[in-house]
């Protein structure tokens, strides 16, 4: 599919009402991993950020795949 210039960007919420918790999980995330994402961001390295958003993938592909399967 092609991108128009009219069409709105990728980088939405799908479910509106889960942006405070994504939040609120990525900036848990990055204190594990001793990055601080209060304030300007536009610093971090694409390492710092791709950590992060790395391990919340994972984290939630574990999640799902537990409610899958039955186990919590």
Known sequence: MQ????Q???NRSLVPEAKAALKTFRDQVATEFGIDFTGYNGEKTARECGSVGGEMVRRMIETAERGMSGRR
């Open 8 to 10: 709105s960007s990728t």
């Open 3 to 6: 991108r128009t210039t009219t």
